[in-house]
Nanobody, 119 residues
Framework: QVQLVESGGGLVQAGGSLRLSCAAS????????MGWFRQAPGKEREVVAT????????YYVDAVKGRFTISRDNAKNTMYLQMNSLKPEDTAIYYC????????????WGQGTQVTVSS
């Protein structure tokens, strides 16, 4: 099992940037595929970006392609989400999660960090 803690959220104007971090502890972070998700008020949680255990496999939802970059540093047990050119519609609680290959789902979640983009 792995424990996850997000940080780096905040209030930013449209067009600005934030970098989210997800610090992991517990079992080997480097063995987990990881992902960033977000949930806006009144909406379902959606995947934002995912990264394979090695960092070679990347996925982005269309809405953030070209603006967000997911990365990880396995030596530091940390995953990142660099968010540029932020838009008001990016406002949400952002969660990091680790994929449980045995169960075939993202089973381990952080507590979330709020990102608010003002227009």
């Amino acid at each position: 099992q792995v424990q996850l803690v997000e940080s780096g959220g905040g209030l930013v104007q449209a067009g600005g940037s934030l970098r989210l971090s997800c610090a992991a502890s517990g079992r080997a972070f480097s063995s987990y595929h990881m992902g960033w998700f977000r949930q806006a008020p009144g909406k379902e949680r959606e995947v934002v970006a995912t990264i394979s255990w090695s960092g070679a496999g990347l996925y982005y939802v269309d809405a953030v392609k070209g603006r967000f970059t997911i990365s990880r540093d396995n030596a530091k047990n940390t995953m990142y989400l660099q968010m540029n050119s932020l838009k008001p519609e990016d406002t949400a609680i952002y969660y990091c999660a680790a994929y449980n290959q045995g169960a075939g789902r993202y089973d381990y979640w952080g507590q979330g960090t709020q990102v608010t983009v003002s227009s």
